[in-house]
């Protein structure tokens, strides 16, 4: 099943095919029910599914979102490679094999953008990219609900002149997307999902690449865990767990690209850069 939260507010996409709207007495903090599983099951048959139509927003209600670093070894490298300069190429080489991922907060609501809507480059920046990225909707508990496509927009040239730098590098406005909604089922995502993206500039492809789960060196379930060890989260949160597929060195993102990102089973999250 797949939720959407739209303009016309949250509607559930079943084994039908088409949308039926969720209960408006539901719509309220309903990504934070350790239920949501079984109540989506209970009302999917209960009214007679629409054509939608409604504009798609963020699929985020109050949540934080957090993401997940060097969880691929493409991204090791690549992190490993923008930091030499300022010293730092060792951390994420070490990161990647030590017990403790890397954790790091990386939006609010506000700051988040959806389905269609742009996403940003800093102005002090020359070097920027997007990380495709699987992300988590946790419930309050700790428990993985579903999963939805994200976009960690991530300035490069930034984080490599020190990796304290993190936080600016990846922490602004519309720097994060999610959509186009929220695939929940009960059960994990198969090691086989594939992951990819494409990159257009005047309509023309610029950089395409994918890759599959299976790369992916933590297990979500890990990252959760750590995540909750001395967090707690009423709202619950999302969490972006890494990407594996990095552009190369000499790529970075204009204003007036477009980037599709699609994950088996979820869908493709496109935005346009501003």
Request: aromatic share 8%; charged share 20%; with cysteine.
């Amino acid at each position: 099943m797949h939720i959407y939260r739209t303009s016309n507010g949250w509607e559930l996409e079943g084994a039908h095919g088409g949308r039926i709207p969720v209960p408006p007495q539901a719509t309220s903090r309903l990504t934070t029910r350790e239920d949501l599983y079984e109540y989506l099951v209970a009302i999917e048959g209960d009214a007679a599914p629409h054509s939608g139509g409604h504009a798609l927003l963020a699929p985020i209600e109050e949540q934080e979102v957090w993401a997940a670093g060097v969880t691929y070894f493409r991204s090791r490298t690549a992190r490993m490679e923008e930091s030499e300069a300022g010293g730092g190429q060792s951390f994420y080489d070490r990161v990647y094999s030590a017990e403790r991922p890397e954790l790091f907060f990386k939006s609010t609501p506000n700051r988040t953008v959806g389905p269609a809507e742009p996403v940003r480059i800093r102005h002090d920046s020359k070097w920027n990219v997007p990380e495709p990225e699987l992300t988590l909707l946790v419930s309050p508990k700790g428990r993985i609900l579903g999963y939805t496509v994200g976009n960690d927009m991530s300035s490069r040239d930034i984080e490599g002149e020190n990796p304290l730098y993190l936080p600016q590098a990846k922490v602004y406005d519309g720097s994060c997307a999610l959509g186009p909604g929220i695939l929940v089922v009960n059960e994990p995502l198969p090691s086989t999902t594939a992951i990819h993206i494409e990159i257009r500039r005047g309509g023309s492809p610029v950089f395409s690449d994918g890759t599959t789960l299976e790369s992916m060196k933590r297990n979500p379930a890990e990252l959760v865990q750590y995540l909750f060890r001395e967090n707690t989260f009423p709202n619950g949160c999302f969490l972006l767990t890494g990407t594996g597929i990095v552009p190369p060195n000499t790529f970075t993102l204009a204003s007036g690209d477009e980037i599709a990102i699609t994950i088996d089973g979820i869908g493709t999250l496109t935005n346009p850069v501003a």
